[in-house]
């Protein structure tokens, strides 16, 4: 049974940073995409950053470029976020999401395990 755990969200001020993580249990292969994706109250889920893991090839969101990393976390077969210069309209859910196609995408149904999401709140 494969789940992916997040941790790592919480509130913070405008300009700090949170790190936020994401193991992958129950599964012995690597998925070839990996990443992020948040979703605000009434907004639809939107794609963050994804890793492709087969080169390491990354995507991140025009509004997070500069301040977001992504990364791999090959002991637990997962990623991690780091979020940097935080701002108030990054507040929302964010969820990990995994996917065993070779294209990593926008489009929320390219990815078959997703997480529980993990809350993050920055306030001005």
């Known amino acids: 049974h494969v789940q992916l755990v997040e941790s790592g969200g919480g509130s913070v001020q405008a300009g700090e940073s949170l790190r936020l993580s994401c193991v992958v249990t129950g599964y012995t292969a690597n998925f070839y995409c990996m990443g992020w994706f948040r979703q605000a109250p009434g907004k639809e889920r939107e794609r963050v950053a994804t890793?492709?893991?087969?080169?390491?090839?990354?995507y991140y969101a025009d509004s997070t470029k500069g301040r977001f990393t992504i990364s791999r976390d090959t002991a637990n077969a997962g990623v991690h976020l780091q979020m940097d210069m935080l701002k108030p309209e990054d507040t929302a859910m964010y969820y990990c999401?995994?996917?065993?196609?070779?294209?990593?995408?926008?489009?929320?149904?390219?990815?078959?395990?997703w997480g529980q999401g993990t809350q993050v709140t920055v306030s001005s």
């Open positions: 999401a995994a996917s065993r196609s070779k294209l990593c995408v926008d489009n929320i149904g390219g990815y078959i395990y």
């Open positions: 890793m492709f893991t087969g080169d390491g090839t990354t």
